[in-house]
């Protein structure tokens, strides 16, 4: 029938990491058709990026590249032709969209400069940010990557994808740095590009809602190899492969079985955490072009009131800029609040979980100094520590051996764990996840929330979770607050909030979250 | 319960020094740097004569026999006095970069990790104060001051280079302090000079230790120059600047007496340059 705009046929990939070399890709045959949108899934890890990368001839020559097989767009085998060819065929065939808009846009210049270089024109670079939605198009040409949201650098990123009218935009999760209601929009546009410009679009995600939402074709991609493929719908609603299943097990929908641990605050106890009023104001400089070097006042957090009872898990869900993170800081204690007051019971103080464990623990000290650093008040003899240090790893299912070892010789799943071993060895007053696993597959961010719950369970701690997933919230408070502009606009018990939304905003927050309806999931 | 998470057939390697022998050239650098230390430090025994006293004929030009690099002006051995120079110029110059580490570090790595007005009005402007100060004057003003001499010439060039590591040092500690890492300790109880010795100088290390070492040839230069109008060590003793600036009067008759020592210091200053090029290729900067 028609050729398909680009094709793998029997592709194999590997790459030298770290003097280690590796098969990333095993044996692909993919053929992406005009005019579709096909998903690709897969975890971290799974090659998904690096096939993007070898559809657009962008593999790094610093890792090695050695190929079998081919990757042809428009006639052309994307991984030995010349750089000349190269750069007609990205130029005239392809488009791209990267998960980070700040890292893929030149920081040092306009916006209207980055889009000229596709369209030489600046009323058509206009036309273009009109059709990806961006308002008041003329005069955002005029300004940097930094001045917009990040939503924003999204839809210019997708403007200059579309401006030189590929026949194929590859879109390498595109919306995983977004908020659930600019995803929805992002996903919306995506599907029109398609509609108005009769490209093909190839989206990348780990996210089977997502690929549900708007692909036609879906194909799961495991370890290097493509172990399903099929039209969107079946694949999701009627699995073949082993794989996919589990992938769509491990998805955290608003739907899933969730165990009542806490029955609210019986007794007339003292809170666990008082908050009363607490203010937090940022004063931010304008640019200067946009008024006279005024400062102007962002108000983080506005006068929240939260009474969290002990053992209570209470899930604060917001988007970003909400202000949810600003709070938990505050509770912390690691940022001052510009008024009002926050009071723990209790003894052990706050402990926090941020939402990057790589970053959160000191990279040149072992696993074991680390766990150890908590118990140094204590005054416990060498032989004293390393049992405690053992037993707190035991507490989070790691082996005794993950002691001697570095942040940087762990997965992200396990370092999550270090931390939650480190801030829970003590049982603290209170415990702060901040995204604990936004950054995680979801099959491990469902082993690491199903450990939390677990912790939770056997010191009877309290827990304020923050997340803007309102899945995740679901299943991990007992109440769920809803913050917008640094208010709580919804409190009440988890399953009332999400079933019976009181305010609108928790409404659209709800609606934009991709779900898979129907889902013939056991 | 939940498994342990090993990531299958994806662990990641961890480096045993497989990466860093890939770079040959770099450790061959390094190893230069080794060598000349070595060599610096063995010089009184490497030396064949007393540089000190005559020892052959006078302006002797190199490779004669029995004197590799020939003799001065009055017959003492040039390959002598050279080493003796390079140990004095080499150490020398190791001493100040040390120290200046250790003082323009500590300052930095307080100001750093403390911030507010003790960053920003004492210990920095106070640094500031000391970069805005023309180096090698200051360092002559101090030398004369004291009385010319060894001790006092390091003394001089000391003081006025430890502020770039301050300045380096602090930068790196204010990026590191803003990791979460850094939060994360303090919620976990631990103190302040912990923090400091623990959390926040082993990143700062490398990238000083860096700094330092592509100094050397800097520090090698400056000692030279100094030495040169007669502010280092006293005649007789060998110094490779003197020995350039009181031959210089022979420099179209017998090229070799200023020479040889001049190309002495232009060698340890180029070693140094090119060895701490390849330190900092060898040693991964934290991020």
């Excluded at chain 1, 090695?64 to 065939?93: F, I, K």
């Excluded at chain 1, 007053?429 to 450990?451: F, G, R």
Aim: charged share 20%.
């Amino acid at each position: 029938m028609t050729e398909p705009v680009a094709a793998l046929t029997d592709f194999s990939l590997s790459l030298v990491r770290n003097g280690i070399r590796n098969q990333v890709l095993e044996r692909i045959d993919l053929q992406i058709r005009p005019g579709e949108i096909l998903g690709l899934v897969g975890e971290s890890g799974s090659g998904k990026s690096v096939l993007a990368l070898s559809l657009l001839g962008l593999l790094p020559h610093t890792s090695h590249p050695q190929a079998d097989g081919q990757v042809t767009v428009s006639g052309v085998d994307m991984v030995r032709a010349g750089p000349a060819e190269l750069r007609r065929v990205r130029g005239e065939v392809l488009g791209a969209i990267f998960q980070d808009p700040m890292t893929s846009l030149n920081p040092t210049m306009r916006i209207g400069k980055q889009i000229g270089e596709v369209t030489h024109d600046d009323a058509e670079s206009v036309r273009l940010l009109e059709t990806v939605g961006v308002r008041d198009a003329q005069l955002r040409l005029r300004v940097y990557p930094h001045e917009l949201s990040g939503g924003l650098r999204q839809r210019v990123m997708a403007a200059i994808a579309v401006g030189g009218r590929p026949g194929l935009i590859v879109a390498d999760e595109p919306t995983t740095a977004l908020d659930v209601t600019v995803q929805a929009q992002l996903l919306d546009l995506l599907r029109e590009l398609r509609d108005e410009f009769g490209c093909s679009v190839l989206l990348i995600t780990h996210d089977l809602g997502v690929a549900d939402q708007i692909a036609d074709r879906l194909a799961v991609l495991h370890h290097g190899e493509l172990v399903e493929i099929g039209p969107a719908s079946d694949v999701v609603r009627n699995p073949q492969h082993d794989y996919t299943r589990s992938l769509l097990a491990s998805r955290l929908s608003l739907t899933m079985p969730r165990d009542e641990r806490f029955s609210g605050a019986a007794d007339d106890s003292e809170p666990a955490v008082r908050i009363r009023d607490l203010r937090r104001t940022f004063t931010v400089r304008r640019g200067v072009r946009w008024a006279r070097g005024s400062y102007r006042e962002i108000n983080a957090v506005d006068g929240v009131d939260l009474d969290i009872a002990p053992g209570e898990a209470l899930a604060i869900v917001g988007e970003s800029g909400s202000g949810k993170s600003t709070l938990l800081r505050i509770v912390a204690g690691l940022e001052k609040p510009t008024s009002g007051s926050v009071t723990l019971a209790g003894t052990g103080g706050p402990q926090m979980v941020f939402q990057d464990a790589g970053s959160s623990l000191t990279p040149w000290m072992s696993v074991g100094e680390t766990l150890g650093e908590r118990l140094r008040p204590l005054k416990l003899s060498r032989a004293e520590v390393r049992q405690r240090v053992i037993a707190a790893l035991a507490a989070v299912d790691l082996p005794p051996e993950v002691a001697k070892a570095r942040p940087g010789e762990l997965s992200g799943g396990q370092r999550q764990r270090v931390v939650l071993a480190r801030a829970t060895m003590i049982p603290p007053a209170v415990l702060l996840c901040d995204e604990p696993t936004s950054a995680l597959d979801a099959s491990l961010a469902k082993s690491v929330l199903a450990l939390i719950r677990d912790l939770r369970a056997r010191i009877g701690m309290t827990v304020l979770f923050v997340t803007h997933d309102l899945a995740v919230a679901r299943l991990m408070g007992d109440r769920i607050a809803v913050m917008q502009a640094g208010r709580v606009v919804e409190l009440g018990p988890a399953e009332q909030v999400i079933a019976e939304p009181r305010e609108p905003y928790t409404r659209t927050l709800l609606a934009a979250v991709p779900e898979i309806v129907e889902g013939a999931v056991s | 319960m939940t498994a342990i998470l090993v990531p299958r057939g994806r662990l990641r390697p961890v480096s045993v020094g497989g990466a860093r022998l890939a770079r040959p050239m770099a450790w061959a650098l390094v190893g230069l740097l080794a060598l000349v230390t070595l060599v610096a430090v063995f010089a009184r025994q490497l030396a064949p004569y007393n540089p000190i006293q005559p020892v052959g004929p006078i302006n002797l030009p190199p490779l004669s026999p029995g004197h590799l690099l020939g003799t001065d002006g009055i017959g003492r051995d040039l390959l002598s006095r050279t080493l003796i120079g390079i140990q004095v110029s080499w150490l020398s110059a190791l001493v100040v970069v040390a120290s200046g580490l250790l003082i323009g570090g500590t300052i930095g790595l307080i100001a750093g990790a403390t911030g507010g007005w003790v960053d920003s009005v004492l210990l920095m402007r106070l640094t500031d104060l000391f970069l805005a100060l023309p180096g090698a004057l200051v360092a002559i003003a101090i030398v004369a001051a004291l009385g010319s001499g060894l001790v006092n010439t390091l003394i001089g060039v000391a003081l006025v280079w430890w502020p770039y590591y301050a300045r380096i040092v602090r930068g790196e500690t204010k990026a590191l302090a803003a990791r979460p890492h850094v939060e994360a300790a303090r919620l976990a109880g631990v103190g302040r000079p912990r923090i400091l010795t623990r959390h926040l100088l082993p990143g700062v290390v490398p990238t000083a230790v860096v700094s330092a070492s592509l100094d050397i040839g800097n520090v090698v230069l400056l000692l030279a120059a100094l030495s040169f109008l007669g502010l280092g060590q006293r005649a007789p003793a060998p110094e490779l600047g003197a020995d350039t600036a009181r031959a210089l009067s022979q420099l179209l008759s017998q090229w070799w007496v200023p020479g040889i020592p001049g190309i002495a210091v232009l060698l340890l200053s180029l070693i140094a340059n090119v060895g701490g090029d390849a330190i900092r290729n060898l040693i991964p900067v934290r991020r």
